[in-house]
């Protein structure tokens, strides 16, 4: 299967509005009353990611996510439609986000994602996915599917998974 660029629907990038003082910045990472109806948190967990290192691609069957790059380091995501029924079926996105770009995007289930630390330094994501890791009191099998473990996915021809220069 052959990806091309282009938009992918329910795909939200929002690059995040800074309140800078003398203390630093603040921004709001989401708001209820800004998000989609079909999309609410139910936890959140957050991840540094060495330089260099790759997370995914995979993708949920169940969930949705909502990731926030902040820094200091520099992401670079790739998200591809694997939902046959989506209307932007077979697009893929690609997007460099973190210290120099802080922002949330918001990947709808179905969608493969995965990202790439490219700076020097780490670089810190906080996720909000719409479901419990393993359900409610980690009782229900993980809900992923997890292209890195398959050679033979279509999605480690991409130069996301290509291992970058840092």
């Known amino acids: 299967m052959a990806f091309q660029k282009g938009p992918i629907e329910g795909v939200v990038i929002t690059p995040f509005r800074k309140f800078v003082d003398e203390r630093g910045w603040l921004s709001e990472i989401f708001r ?3 998000l989609p109806a079909w999309f609410r948190p139910e936890m959140t967990y957050v991840s540094v990611t060495n ?3 790759l997370r995914g691609p995979h993708e949920h069957v169940d969930q949705a996510d909502l990731f926030c790059f902040l820094g200091p380091g520099d992401f670079k995501l790739t998200l591809w439609d694997n939902r046959p029924e ?3 079926y077979s697009n893929r996105i690609e997007v460099a986000m973190g210290g120099n770009n802080p922002g949330s995007v918001l990947i709808p289930k179905g ?5 790439r630390c490219i700076s020097v330094e780490c670089g810190v994501v906080i996720n909000c996915p719409d479901r419990l890791f393993m359900g409610q009191g980690k009782a229900e099998p993980i809900d992923e599917i997890r292209h890195e473990d398959d050679p033979e996915n279509p999605f480690v021809k991409d130069e996301l998974t290509r291992r970058a220069h840092v």
Not at 111 to 115: I, L
């Open 32 to 34: 209820h009353d800004e």
């Open 51 to 53: 330089p260099g290192v």
């Open 86 to 88: 989506s209307p932007t």
């Open 111 to 115: 969608v493969v994602h995965g990202y």
